[in-house]
């Protein structure tokens, strides 16, 4: 693909996520070659009705039966799990057929802090086909990139500290997406139900261990862990269709300590939960050194946002070198706003 070609798209998961790319694609004149999903009601459906537009002729194929070398296209959207071992088959598959593939999972950003095994084998499989694996979506800008901006000043760095604030109602088609964060499960039965190791802590950890290594330090020790978020008061929720007691579970926490072996530090708390009505989504990152800073990204539609940071990925994905590439280094996310639409 040269500089003045429109990227051809396979997606890879039809869920929100790949109907946000679906649409964005369609309104920038980017050709889906395919789409393709685990067999079920969609399969056979056209994508483009499927993402409430018009149809576009390409039907939604099953994962299992597609003839991956066949499909003339540049890059693979996946847009299924944020795990790296569950999502493996659609990465082995997409690359191994010579496509690029940037993807929406939370442990594709940091391969090798999230699943060091499957990274080596991500990594020579796209080195030997010549082609780039990424991970973006709104952690690119708003946790990333956002933190290595604002570490950009210093000429002395002690330590970062990162929080943020997420609607958990938005990130699930259903309610029982929301039930491995606990929500409405006691103190006690979150516990009981080994909820404190959720494994999501782990792809977590790797923000501030990614913008640590972006900013060219060696991780020498990480920790982290999960506590249930509750509401001193009670608190009643559409989503749920139920009134959840002050003290039960809304969520989670995830605790996060990095430490380096040139000495600076940092520390991540992260929840995901139900937002009360003065609630804001937010990321936020602070630099204690010379000078301090600190650095706030407020966001409305995480869902919109999310997908939008993965589309307007594609093209650097495809430029980049072969192997893994992470976000941290193809630069700062550009906008798509004045690529030219369809005519």
């Known amino acids: 693909m040269t500089n003045s070609e429109k990227p051809r798209l ?51 194929q099953d994962c299992d039966s597609v003839d991956y070398a066949s499909l003339d296209a540049d890059i693979g959207v996946v847009t299924t799990t944020n795990l790296l071992d569950v999502n493996h088959q659609a990465h082995t598959r997409l690359l191994s057929a010579g496509l690029n593939v940037v993807c929406h999972g939370t442990e594709s950003y940091y391969p090798k802090a999230n699943n060091p095994e499957l990274a080596v084998k991500l990594d020579a499989l796209a080195k030997e086909r010549g082609v780039t694996f990424t991970g973006s979506g709104i952690w690119d800008m708003s946790r990333i990139w956002s933190g290595m901006l604002v570490a950009g000043p210093t000429v002395e760095l002690t330590s970062l500290f990162h929080s943020s604030r997420t609607d958990i109602v938005p990130q699930c088609e259903s309610k029982e997406q929301t039930y491995p964060f606990g929500n409405t499960l006691t103190v006690e039965e979150f516990h009981a139900r080994g909820l404190s190791k959720n494994p999501i802590a782990k792809s977590y950890k790797s923000i501030p261990e990614h913008v640590l290594a972006g900013l060219g330090y060696t991780i020498k020790n990480t920790k982290s862990y999960v506590e249930p978020a509750v509401f001193d008061e009670d608190y009643e929720s559409e989503f749920m269709e139920c009134v959840i007691p002050a003290g039960n579970c809304v969520g989670i926490r995830i605790i996060a300590e990095i430490e380096t072996e040139e000495g600076v530090t940092a520390k991540s708390e992260i929840e995901v939960r139900h937002f009360r009505d003065d609630d804001v989504e937010h990321m936020f990152w602070e630099v204690n050194g010379n000078p301090k800073a600190r650095m706030r990204v407020e966001r409305e539609d995480s869902s919109y946002m999310s997908a939008a940071c993965l589309f307007n990925r594609i093209p650097d994905v495809i430029a980049a070198p072969p192997g893994i590439q992470p976000v941290s280094k193809l630069g700062p996310l550009k906008s798509t706003a004045l690529i030219n639409t369809r005519s």
């Not at 109907?19 to 889906?32: D, E, L, M, T």
């Open 10 to 60: 396979v997606i890879y998961g039809v869920g929100q996520f790949g109907k946000h790319v679906v649409r964005f694609a369609v309104q920038k004149g980017w050709p889906i070659v395919a789409a393709v999903n685990r067999a079920g009601d969609k399969v056979g459906k056209d994508v483009g009705e499927l993402a409430g537009i018009e149809a576009l002729g390409v039907l939604v």
